[in-house]
C-alpha cells in the first residue's frame, strides 16, 4: 500500500474555515486489485471532519485543557555534521477538540453499558472494559443530518432542542435513510462559531442539539455512533452547562453507541454531502475513556453508474 497514491488533506490558511473536498490523483488500475483498492485509485474525494488541535481553543470546562511546546528547537543542539532536530510535547485531556467518546466515560446509577459496574471496571486508573481501546477503527456509511440548512437557519439558536420531527424532516429532505451501523452526524451550524471561543462553548446561551427524545431515536434505528458540531453532542441549557446530559445516558449507557463531539461539518454541508463513507480511528490508549481524533468523509470521484460498469466488465473478465 506504500505506493498508492493517497489524499492530500485540505489544510485552510484560516484554521477556523471549514474544509472542501481533496481529491487522490486517479492512477492506472492495478490487475488482481481488491474492489476497495480500485475505489481508491479510481479517484477519492476526502473531507476532514475533524479540528486542528492548537491551544487556547474552545473546550469543556470539564477537561484539561490542549498544551504543546517544543522542549528541543533548532539550534539547541547541532550535531557535528551541521544538523539539528525540533521535538514537541504534548498535554491533553481525551475529551479536547474533535474526539470520540468511549462507553467507559458516562454511567449511570453505578452502571456503565452492559450493567458493568463502574467502580470495578476501573482496575489501577484504567477502563479495562469499554476503554477506548476496545473502539475498532470505524469504516462505515456515514449520513449527515443538517439541521440547520433544513430550517433555513445559519446556525440553531443556542438551548434549542434538535426533536425527533427535525431529525425525520431533514433526512426526508436529503433523500437519506438512517440504519443500523451508521454514523449520523447532527450539523446544528453551531459549529461555525467555533473561532469565537467561549461563545461556542455557550455556558450562558446555552448549545442546540438533540435531547433524549432524539438519542432514543437514533438508538431504535441501531446506529454504531452518532456526532455533532457542538462541544457535548446534546442540548445544553442556557446557564445550565453540562449539568445534565440524558443524551449521553440513553446513547453511551443504555444502547452502547459512541459519540463524537466538536466536529467541523461545515465543508460536509456546503459540499452537499447526504450520504458518505465515514473513517475514523481512535487513539489505541488503553483504559482512556476518550480519544482525540481526525475522522474523514470520502466519496469516490466517478459517477456511481460508471463504477457499477467498471464493477460488472472486471466480474465478467475474472468468469
Given at each position: 500500500m506504500s ?5 492530500t ?21 492495478v ?27 474552545p ?11 517544543l522542549?528541543r528547537?533548532h ?16 498535554t491533553t485531556g481525551?475529551?479536547v477538540?474533535t474526539?470520540?467518546d ?12 452492559g450493567g458493568?459496574?463502574?467502580?470495578a ?9 469499554h ?6 477503527p470505524?469504516?462505515?456509511r ?9 430550517l433555513?437557519?445559519?446556525?440553531c ?7 425527533v420531527?427535525?431529525l425525520e ?8 435513510t438512517v440504519?443500523?451501523g451508521d454514523?449520523?452526524l447532527?450539523?446544528s ?7 469565537e471561543?467561549a461563545?461556542y462553548?455557550?455556558?450562558?446561551s446555552g448549545?442546540?442539539?438533540?435531547a ?5 431515536w437514533?438508538?431504535e434505528?441501531?446506529v ?13 441549557a442556557p446557564?445550565?452547562?453540562?449539568a445534565?446530559?440524558?443524551?449521553h445516558?440513553?446513547l ?5 453507541i459512541?459519540?463524537v463531539?466538536a ?6 454541508a ?30 469516490s ?9 467498471q464493477?460488472?466488465?472486471q ?5
Amino acid at each position: 500500500m506504500s505506493d498508492t497514491p493517497t489524499t492530500t488533506p485540505h489544510t485552510p490558511a484560516d484554521p477556523t474555515a471549514a474544509s472542501t473536498p481533496a481529491s487522490t490523483p486517479a492512477p492506472a488500475p492495478v490487475a488482481g486489485a481488491d474492489d476497495l483498492l480500485r475505489a481508491v485509485q479510481a479517484g477519492v474525494e476526502t473531507i476532514d471532519l475533524g479540528r486542528q488541535l492548537r491551544v487556547g481553543m474552545p473546550q469543556s470546562p470539564n477537561h484539561p485543557q490542549f498544551w504543546h511546546t517544543l522542549p528541543r528547537r533548532h539550534g539547541d543542539m547541532v550535531r557535528s555534521d551541521g544538523s539539528s532536530a525540533a521535538n514537541d510535547m504534548i498535554t491533553t485531556g481525551t475529551h479536547v477538540g474533535t474526539h470520540i467518546d468511549a462507553l467507559a466515560h458516562v454511567s449511570f446509577d453505578g452502571k456503565l453499558h452492559g450493567g458493568a459496574d463502574a467502580a470495578a471496571a476501573c482496575v489501577g486508573g484504567k477502563y479495562e472494559e469499554h476503554g477506548v481501546h476496545t473502539i475498532a477503527p470505524m469504516l462505515r456509511r456515514g449520513v449527515l443530518l443538517d439541521v440547520a440548512g433544513h430550517l433555513g437557519l445559519t446556525h440553531c439558536e443556542g438551548g434549542y432542542e434538535i426533536t425527533v420531527a427535525d431529525l425525520e424532516a431533514t433526512a426526508e429532505r436529503a433523500g437519506v435513510t438512517v440504519g443500523a451501523g451508521d454514523v449520523v452526524l447532527v450539523r446544528s451550524g453551531w459549529g461555525a462559531r467555533f473561532a469565537e471561543g467561549a461563545a461556542y462553548v455557550g455556558g450562558a446561551s446555552g448549545v442546540p442539539g438533540v435531547a433524549e427524545a432524539g438519542a432514543v431515536w437514533l438508538a431504535e434505528r441501531g446506529v454504531h455512533a452518532a456526532g455533532a458540531d457542538t462541544i457535548a453532542f446534546e442540548r445544553l441549557a442556557p446557564g445550565g452547562g453540562h449539568a445534565l446530559l440524558p443524551a449521553h445516558r440513553v446513547l453511551l449507557v443504555e444502547a452502547g453507541i459512541f459519540i463524537v463531539e466538536a466536529l467541523d461539518l461545515e465543508g460536509l454541508a456546503a459540499a452537499g454531502w447526504a450520504e458518505f463513507t465515514f473513517v475514523l480511528v481512535p487513539m489505541n490508549i488503553f483504559g482512556a475513556t476518550g480519544s482525540p481524533v481526525r475522522p474523514l468523509a470520502l466519496r469516490s470521484t466517478q459517477p456511481q453508474s460508471q463504477n457499477q460498469s467498471q464493477s460488472q466488465n472486471q466480474s465478467g473478465a475474472a468468469s
